[in-house]
């Protein structure tokens, strides 16, 4: 389990190009944009966070 989830962070970048993904950002809006990076970064809070109650 634990390695398909470091599989999967490590292809993810490969799926969204930063180009794309910093477009799509400032077509959105800025408010959007900042309320989508946080809850990206909050989604792989919780996920480090399991994982290290799970070790």
């Not at 999967?8 to 990076?37: E, Q």
């Amino acid at each position: 389990m634990k390695r398909n989830l470091a599989l999967l962070f490590l292809l993810l970048p490969l799926l969204f190009t930063s180009c794309s993904v910093i477009g799509g950002i400032f077509k959105a809006g800025a408010y959007t944009g900042i309320i989508a990076v946080v809850v990206v970064l909050v989604i792989i809070g919780v996920v480090i966070g399991m994982l290290r109650k799970r070790n």
